[in-house]
């Protein structure tokens, strides 16, 4: 599969308030979406710690890449982190019945805006050399108090002369300097058919994260 996973972890942190849930979140808690996977996954927790803020940048795709509509190219490649934000980090990770699912809260220094793709960019297809993909805007939970947005990236290449094509989806939630990201794709197994991510449940585990941090 190709490394799909380092274009999707880039564009995925961003802000939004509303009332006193939204002033203050305890990114630690994001560990306590670990009770919602079953003994058939295998569950990591990655307590907090400083981010580096390269991590939250634009990914760098190829140079050369033709993007339709051509006005789009900011959404497909991702949200940008203002010049001198800092931040911290917490995660959980579970992988299991095909998929892998990454849940990360997030606080930063500052609010970063939010990658808006606004009503011209709901599907944005991007093509070069042996590159294509399409990032499309696709539904996310509505959570009370939050911004929410929901991303489904794939990517298709040719390494060594084979095709290789890998998907993700990574919803977030969005309030005031605080971000909650889910990313979900499917894991590849030797040998096996490749099982459809689980998107239903990884909106819900941006519920149950969302919900985790604030309490």
């Known amino acids: 599969m190709v490394k799909v996973v380092a274009i999707g972890c880039a ?23 670990k009770t919602s996977f079953g003994p058939e ?20 795709l190829p140079d050369g890449l033709k993007f339709e509509p051509a006005d789009c190219a900011k959404f497909a490649i991702g949200q940008t982190m203002p010049p001198g934000s800092q931040g911290n980090m917490a995660a959980v990770t579970a992988e299991g019945d095909g998929n ?3 849940t990360i809260a997030v606080e930063t ?8 793709p606004g009503q011209g960019c709901q599907k944005v297809g991007f093509a ?26 794939v990517l298709q290449t040719v390494l060594d002369g084979k095709p290789h094509a890998g998907e993700l989806y990574d919803y977030s939630a969005h309030f005031n300097t605080y971000q909650v990201i889910v990313i979900a794709n499917p894991l590849v197994v ?26």
């Open 128 to 153: 070069g050399g042996q590159l294509r993909g399409v990032v499309e805007v696709v539904d996310a939970p509505q959570i009370a108090g939050t911004q929410t947005l929901g991303v489904h990236r």
């Open 190 to 215: 030797p040998d096996k058919p490749v099982v459809p991510v689980d998107t239903q449940r990884a909106r819900d585990l941006l519920v149950r994260a969302v919900t985790a941090v604030r309490s």
């Open 109 to 116: 220094s500052q609010p970063i805006p939010i990658n808006d």
């Open 41 to 60: 996954f295998h569950v990591t927790n990655i307590a907090p710690m400083g981010i580096d803020p390269k991590l939250l940048a634009a990914q760098k």
């Open 100 to 102: 892998r699912l990454i």
């Open 11 to 33: 564009c995925v942190l961003a802000a939004c308030a509303s009332g006193k849930s939204a002033d203050s979140a305890d990114i630690a808690k994001v560990a306590d979406v």
